[in-house]
């Protein structure tokens, strides 16, 4: 199936979580001067209008990024953060988006790698004509899970593996642990992070304890949803769970959660948390 098109979720509130953490890992990964490689498993189109039919069809932009726009952060991460997005943006107006391609390509240095991977055509093809100039980027029409295989390890040993399925198919959810399991044996120091939707408890606890089981090493997550957890409005929130995370990621996280939770909320309250999975 290839129906699914991120285009109609841009700035969402799964994306303020899942780029305020990728970018978090890259400006990390950049204090060192050796060069790292990116890998995006399930890039999109890159580049998002938020004045789009897809867009303005479901504004989940308008309970996202814009909420954070409308305001002044206090938290240095947050502030930071909506500095970066402004810098896709003019005359301090939101009108794009940035996928997580286009994050990765504005923060990662020159001496850098990224390989990006869509299999949607029409994302493929707007993807290749956003970074076809960039000579860091190499742009793949596939199915980003067998490029873990293929890929890696980088010859530059250290990088970030994002991967953000749309789990549109439901035997994304196996793939997606095998495809991990074979990263780690050939890249273990690597940071991997992997999305997920939180649709009903249950279901996402259980699949938790199956990557557990898988023996993944150095597992933390991080999960907020702004809806409550019934609410029965389909995905309530949305979560990470970091292989190697930085060694200050959840504390930092722990910080700032309690803001963004605050801005991104909808009802009187919404829930969050930061943990070591043992």
């Known amino acids: 199936m290839l129906s699914y098109r991120h285009s109609f979720h841009a700035g969402n509130f799964a994306d303020v979580l899942k780029h305020l953490t990728q970018a978090y890992i890259l400006n990390y990964l950049n204090r060192k001067d050796k060069p790292y490689f ?19 069809k479901t504004e989940e932009f308008r309970q996202g990024i814009a909420r954070l726009f409308e305001v002044e952060p206090k938290h240095p991460l947050l502030q930071a953060f909506k500095t970066l997005i402004s810098s896709f943006n003019t005359a301090e107006r939101l009108d794009f988006y940035p996928g997580s391609p286009a994050i990765a390509a504005k923060l990662m240095r020159p001496t850098d790698r990224l390989a990006l991977h869509e299999l949607h055509p029409s994302d493929f093809q707007l993807l290749s004509n956003t970074f076809q ?29 994002f991967i953000d399925p749309s789990y549109e198919v439901k035997t994304d959810y196996d793939t997606l642990i095998k495809a991990v399991v074979n990263g780690l044996e050939r890249f273990a120091n690597g940071t991997y992070v992997i999305w997920y939707p939180v649709l009903q408890a249950q279901i996402t606890n259980a699949w938790l304890t199956r990557l557990q089981k898988a023996g993944l090493p150095n597992l933390l997550r991080i999960e907020h949803s702004p809806l409550p957890l019934i609410s029965g409005y389909g995905m309530s929130g949305s979560g990470l769970l970091i292989i190697n995370p930085p060694y200050s990621l959840a504390a930092d996280f722990k910080n700032l959660l309690p803001e963004l939770n605050t801005l991104l ?3 009187t309250k919404g829930s969050y948390l930061v943990e070591q999975l043992i």
Do not use: C, M, W
Not at 38 to 56: C, I, W
């Open 38 to 56: 990116y890998l995006d498993t399930h890039a999109g189109a890159g580049l998002y209008s938020l004045n789009t039919p897809e867009a303005n």
């Open 133 to 161: 100039k960039d000579k860091r980027i190499k742009i793949s029409q596939n199915n980003g899970f067998s490029a873990i295989k293929a890929q890696l390890p980088p010859p530059e040993r250290r990088g970030l593996v």
């Open 265 to 267: 909320k909808q009802g």
